[in-house]
């Protein structure tokens, strides 16, 4: 695989590094027989706060800007536009495993709905012991799993649903208490950032 020249941030300057940013994290153009790869250095990764996920804009790992940095010189001739202002020895080498970033929950429910135990199986990046102890005792509290650590029938039910294992406690309850409609609903909202445009400006008043 050929490489294409490279441009650093100096070279093109913030300007166009904030005009890029708009676009979205890479863009590849075609110009004059060259391929042209931009690359602002920087993706949106989703990480767990306070047991909500929240959306980072956080520096690619160097592993990533030489995968990026191959799609110039993939096919032809080209050009890789590097417009990360971060200095290429502090970012990572590889980007953070997902497990460490975000609750492990659901990925233990759905194992121990299999009859597995996450704690045994050879796992590449095996989760850190605090996190699965977190995992468990919420698990626990929503009812989901026993102190023994079974599945529950509340458990078999969430685990068959897409969504955090918060909402489907909440769409379990609901559904024990005939009134699973409305919960839908509410989880639709939950689960997604809302039912604006946020293309477009909203205010609210509290009176």
Known sequence: MRSGETLGFTQVGAPFLEAIREKG?????????????????SERRSFESGGATELRL??????????????????????????????LDNRPEYPTPEIFRKGIEEVVLQVRAMGLNLRTLPLVHAPIHEDLEAA???????????????????????????????VAGMLWAARERGVLSPAIVAAALLEEDGILDRNVQHSFSLK
Do not use: W
């Open 25 to 41: 994290n890479v863009s590849k153009r075609r110009l004059e027989n060259k391929s042209t790869v931009v690359d602002t250095g």
């Open 58 to 87: 956080v520096p690619t790992s160097r592993a990533q800007r030489e995968q990026r940095r191959g799609r110039a010189g993939r096919q032809m001739p080209g050009v890789f536009i590097d417009c990360c202002p971060e200095a």
């Open 136 to 166: 468990e005792k919420l698990l626990n509290i929503l009812g989901l799993v026993d102190a023994d650590g079974s599945v529950t029938e509340a458990g078999r039910f969430a685990a068959k649903l897409p969504v955090d294992v918060r």
